[in-house]
């Protein structure tokens, strides 16, 4: 992880970067219906401004998620114009809700590219989403830079890349693996899996962990991986079996609120095995969940125990629920200005710059790989809680 200094990561960019702040968001019906002007790297001229799209569930189950990425997002734009903007242009950025229906979502991101004609777009966090509008950006020139996992929404079934679909954190196969490493390599022998099968990101995580717990010679029998969907919210029957089993661990990938209600369910059954989470049980999980998370193990993006991140945390806890999501927004929007102020906003050169992205952000070392248009060999970090406070154990590399 890279040090922070006065919280700027932003070396050999061609624009001065300093500390976060946070603002609010603007609709797709706020939006402006003006479009920037095209920038060019060696443009010499000066003011006017360059327009961005930010495509979040800014209400909605996920509004959590959306809100911080947005937050972060924001900050970044702050920053960037208290600098003097991207090569004495100003950035705006046009938030989007999507409500968290894909039907908003699609509205939205056409809305975005045809109306106010955006030059980039900071793409959600939910695979849902970013699967819905995956095909239809594939009619425009405009890159989405978003954080959607599940490998499905980058990639075609042919194994080639939707041209504009950009994720800038580890994919769920690199997650899934970590995860699965750190259970085999702290001694869990028998597992059982909930997951929720109408869920892209949930699904993108059973089978990268259940692989590499093979690869140590571990199985999950199929009595112990326990499928539900949204009309199931009997999380005590569900987990019942695996309850029974006596597993040392539950591997439970699913979104926070959730998330939430099984972690209760399996305390009120009595289970004093371990909770193997992703994402969604870094904070905010802890304090909507309300009680001891002590069993409950998760993978994270940022080590909070970093004294300047943990300083960035403290600064935002009261607007910001979802700290990790608010860097990975910073990080996505300070790339793309560093793309931009070296390529200008044409999209040939725009997009070529994403392809071969090599950026050092809060969140690790960002080198895309072109051929999935996801990151290569990013490390996160695993982390438990001491009652409700985040306990860092270790860093993977990806």
């Known amino acids: 992880m890279k040090r922070i200094v006065s919280f700027v990561l932003a070396a050999g960019m061609a624009l001065s970067m300093a500390a976060c702040s946070s603002s609010g968001s603007s609709t797709a019906q706020e939006s402006s219906s003006t479009a920037s002007s095209a920038t060019s790297a060696t443009e010499e001229s000066s003011g006017g401004e360059i327009l961005i799209g930010c495509l979040q569930d800014i209400t909605g189950s996920t509004s959590s998620l959306g809100i911080s990425v947005q937050a972060g997002a924001q900050a970044a734009v702050d920053e960037i114009n208290a600098n ?19 039907t908003e979502a699609v509205n939205a991101y056409i809305t975005a590219v045809t109306v106010d ?33 599940d490998p499905s929404c980058q990639l075609k079934e042919d194994g080639t890349p939707y ?43 059973l089978d990268p962990f259940l692989d590499r717990l093979a690869e140590d010679g571990v199985t999950v029998d199929d009595s112990m991986i326990v499928a539900f969907g949204a009309a199931d919210t009997d999380y005590k029957t569900l987990l019942q079996p695996l309850v029974s089993a006596n597993v040392d661990a539950i591997y439970c990938p699913n979104y926070t609120q959730q998330l939430v209600a099984i972690v209760t369910a399996a305390t009120e059954l009595g289970y004093e095995g371990k909770i193997i989470a992703g994402l969604d049980a870094a904070p905010a999980f802890n304090t909507t969940y309300g009680g001891d998370c002590s069993n409950v193990y998760y993978i994270n993006n940022i080590n909070t125990e970093d004294p300047e991140i943990a300083a960035k945390i403290a600064e935002i806890e009261d607007t910001v629920s979802a700290p990790n999501k608010y860097f990975l927004g910073y990080d996505i929007v300070m790339a793309a200005a560093d793309a931009i102020s070296k390529n200008g906003t044409d999209y040939e050169a725009l997009h070529s710059a994403f392809e071969n992205l090599s950026y050092e952000g809060i969140t690790g070392t960002i080198t895309i790989d072109p051929a999935t248009h996801m990151p290569t060999g990013m490390s996160m970090f695993m982390y438990t809680y001491d009652n409700q406070t985040p306990v860092m154990l270790e860093q993977f590399a990806g």
């Open 84 to 102: 003097g903007g991207i090569n004495g242009k100003t950035l705006v950025m046009n938030t989007y809700d999507t409500k968290g229906d894909v």
């Open 117 to 149: 004609e955006v030059s980039l777009i900071v793409g959600p966090p939910v695979a849902n989403i970013a699967n819905a509008i995956k095909e239809t950006s594939e009619g425009y020139d405009v890159p989405v830079v978003g954080l959607a996992m």
């Open 163 to 205: 041209k504009n679909m950009f994720c800038l954190q580890p994919s769920a196969d690199s997650q899934g693996e970590i995860m699965a490493a750190f259970a085999l390599k702290n001694g869990y022998k028998t597992f059982g899996v909930l997951y929720n099968q109408e869920n892209s990101y949930s699904v993108s995580l």
